[in-house]
């Protein structure tokens, strides 16, 4: 099964905000690309420039490959061919917003680095999408790497999905509308880099802020923010809100009902800094007469976060 089975890239509400935008992409693999495919969705003519070769994703993950393309026009050019580049530079005159996601080394060899594009298309807004930042740019990464070190891999599991990847889309579209909006007021440098080793640690901080540890307030410990087994599945809950907590222990059934709420509020105090059992040890037993999804529907229907923990395929 291929991994686009389960990726949605275009936004559910098109929009034409970028209409009359013309974007170039040169770039392989999943940030670029699919960057170029948001925009796209936002009403731009967008050209993604791959190698002669082409890129690999076509043919491991043509699923994939395709929908991480939706409405983007794609052309294979050989850059070092002289006809060629004559005709890429064309197009780059009449852009809008270049796109890259090479290494700074390679973008040199093809004359293609910031400030060769910036001084010969001076109206011209590119984002670049690097490794690491500055002089780090050229050291070699992936995803998985980021993620390492990073710490967002626990035990030496293989990540659940592509964050930094992920991340990285995002902010390159955020980055070219900041761009085109500077470029707008007749402000500001028309370059910005993207790097998906900071994507990676700025999506780890709630982590390395022990907010999400085994000890952490959300990682847990709070019996209100936490995972339970049920008759059939696991459920998650999260009622941090007092609102929702306490609509929660009214409409629980009777070992609930009628609590004193001060021991509610105590055992939610306890879970800021350690777990507080009482309260748990009724919750689990609770959540064990029913199904995950039976819970799911009830929390529905009484404005209670609660959600089936679904596994993934």
């Given at each position: 099964m291929t991994l686009s089975r389960h990726l949605q890239w275009r936004p559910v509400n098109e929009s034409t905000m970028l209409a009359g935008t013309r974007v170039v992409v040169f770039a392989l693999n999943l940030p670029g690309p699919a960057a170029g495919a948001r925009l796209a969705a936002n009403g731009a003519s967008v050209i993604k420039i791959e190698p002669a070769v082409g890129d690999r994703f076509a043919e491991t993950e043509p699923e994939f490959y395709r929908e991480v393309h939706a409405g983007v026009e794609i052309q294979r050019v050989d850059l070092r061919d002289l006809e060629a580049r004559a005709l890429f530079d064309r197009q780059l005159a009449n852009a809008d917003v270049l796109i890259t996601a090479f290494r700074p080394a390679s973008l040199k060899r093809l004359a293609l680095d910031a400030a060769t594009i910036g001084a010969k298309f001076?109206?011209?807004?590119?984002?670049?999408?690097?490794?690491?930042?500055?002089?780090?740019?050229?050291?070699?990464?992936?995803?998985?790497?980021y993620q390492a070190a990073s710490g967002l891999l626990s035990g030496g599991a293989m990540p659940s999905t592509l964050i930094a990847d992920l991340v990285g889309i995002e902010r390159v579209?955020?980055?070219?509308?900041?761009?085109?909006?500077?470029?707008?007021?007749?402000?500001?440098?028309?370059y910005a880099e993207v790097s998906l080793a900071e994507a990676a640690h700025d999506f780890a901080g709630p982590l390395r802020l022990g907010l999400t540890t085994s000890t952490g307030v959300l990682g847990g410990t709070n019996p209100f923010y936490s995972i339970y087994q049920t008759k059939s599945g696991l459920l998650a809950l999260a009622v941090l809100e007092e609102k929702?907590?306490?609509?929660?222990l009214?409409?629980?059934?009777?070992?609930?009902?009628?609590m004193d709420v001060s021991v509610a509020e105590q055992g939610r105090v306890q879970a800021l800094n350690a777990s507080s059992t009482e309260l748990r040890g009724l919750l689990e037993q609770l959540f064990l007469r029913r199904s995950a999804a039976d819970w799911e529907q009830w929390g529905r229907a009484n404005d209670l976060p609660m959600a089936v923990v679904r596994q993934s395929v």
């Open positions: 001076p109206r011209l807004c590119q984002v670049a999408v690097v490794g690491q930042s500055g002089a780090a740019g050229d050291i070699a990464g992936h995803d998985l790497t579209v955020s980055a070219t509308f900041a761009l085109l909006l500077a470029r707008a007021n007749g402000r500001g440098d028309l929702f907590w306490r609509r929660l009214q409409l629980l059934p009777s070992e609930l009902n009628g």
